[in-house]
């Protein structure tokens, strides 16, 4: 018995990056995948198409998370799509006006906002997924290794994800009546587009501001996945309202 047999998984940002190789490794382990995403069909259908090849089924569905009703509307469909939703990863993360939106006296009332309606979104996400997630399902938030950093010109970002953590623990509290696990996601420097461009490889430290692992490389996206299949599995039935960190052994202490 493949260790996802049978369930559904709403996998928001899925068609590049973290979100694809979570998707791919669910598929393996037989699950149905919802794959969402924002503008780029094509990588979706090849997410899609990939999950199907490693033995799960899998829909494309479009929706903003940054949009309370495209997202309620990505549930609706999800649930009809599958009968409904035992796994839900909220990973999207709509990019801002760049990741190192400056410091905490520098910060312009563009990238707040920005920020804001990512965070909006994924609080409606929450609520989603606690509403509808089936007993003994699992919910799981992608946060970052950044959250224990003091880089100052990453602080919107970082707090960010501080929020979607802590709102996480919350949720967990609240629906552990039925079952629910819900628990966060924290990966360090990962080889994604995100990255592409930097002086990062097998034998070479991450540039700052990252930290550099005793690796001394950063992650792939199958190592995170990895990690997220056994958060979604029953090898992780005790594992509940906790922050996982998937950084290699980066040291996040400035």
Same mark, same amino acid.
């Given at each position: 018995?493949?260790?996802?047999?049978?369930?559904?998984?709403?996998?928001?940002?899925?068609?590049?990056?973290?979100?694809?190789?979570?998707? *791919?490794?669910?598929? &393996?382990?037989?699950? $149905?995948? %919802?794959?969402?995403?924002? #503008?780029?069909? !094509?990588?979706?259908? @090849?997410?899609?198409?990939?999950?199907?090849?490693?033995?799960?089924?899998?829909?494309?569905?479009?929706?903003?998370?940054?949009?309370?009703?495209?997202?309620?509307?990505?549930?609706?469909?999800?649930?009809?799509?599958?009968?409904?939703?035992?796994?839900?990863?909220?990973?999207?993360?709509?990019?801002?006006?760049?990741?190192?939106?400056?410091?905490?006296?520098?910060?312009?009332?563009?990238?707040?906002?920005?920020?804001?309606?990512?965070?909006?979104?994924?609080?409606?996400?929450?609520? *989603?997924?606690?509403? &509808?997630?089936?007993? $003994?399902? %699992?919910?799981?938030?992608? #946060?970052?290794? !950044?959250?224990?950093? @003091?880089?100052?010109?990453?602080?919107?970002?970082?707090?960010?994800?501080?929020?979607?953590?802590?709102?996480?623990?919350?949720?967990?509290?609240?629906?552990?009546?039925?079952?629910?696990?819900?628990?966060?996601?924290?990966?360090?420097?990962?080889?994604?587009?995100?990255?592409?461009?930097?002086?990062?490889?097998?034998?070479?430290?991450?540039?700052?501001?990252?930290?550099?692992?005793?690796?001394?490389?950063?992650?792939?996206?199958?190592?995170?996945?990895?990690?997220?299949?056994?958060?979604?599995?029953?090898?992780?039935?005790?594992? $509940?309202?906790?922050?996982?960190?998937?950084?290699?052994?980066?040291?996040?202490?400035?």
């Amino acid at each position: 018995m493949r260790k996802l047999e049978n369930k559904v998984a709403l996998i928001t940002g899925a068609s590049r990056g973290i979100g694809r190789a979570i998707a *791919e490794v669910y598929g &393996r382990e037989g699950a $149905n995948v %919802v794959v969402n995403y924002v #503008s780029n069909r !094509t990588a979706a259908d @090849a997410t899609a198409d990939a999950v199907k090849a490693a033995g799960g089924d899998a829909v494309v569905l479009q929706g903003d998370s940054m949009d309370p009703v495209a997202v309620r509307r990505l549930f609706d469909e999800g649930q009809k799509a599958f009968g409904g939703l035992d796994i839900v990863v909220a990973n999207a993360h709509p990019g801002m006006p760049g990741i190192a939106a400056g410091t905490p006296t520098q910060l312009s009332e563009e990238a707040i906002d920005h920020q804001l309606k990512v965070l909006k979104g994924f609080i409606v996400t929450f609520q *989603e997924a606690g509403r &509808r997630v089936r007993d $003994n399902g %699992v919910i799981i938030s992608l #946060s970052s290794g !950044t959250t224990r950093l @003091a880089v100052p010109e990453h602080c919107l970002y970082s707090s960010t994800k501080l929020a979607i953590e802590q709102l996480t623990r919350a949720l967990s509290r609240e629906v552990a009546i039925r079952g629910v696990r819900a628990l966060t996601l924290a990966p360090g420097l990962i080889r994604t587009d995100r990255i592409a461009g930097l002086a990062v490889g097998p034998t070479g430290s991450a540039p700052a501001p990252a930290v550099p692992t005793p690796f001394t490389r950063p992650g792939e996206p199958e190592e995170v996945a990895d990690a997220a299949l056994f958060l979604a599995s029953n090898d992780a039935r005790w594992v $509940n309202t906790t922050t996982v960190y998937v950084n290699g052994g980066a040291v996040y202490a400035q």
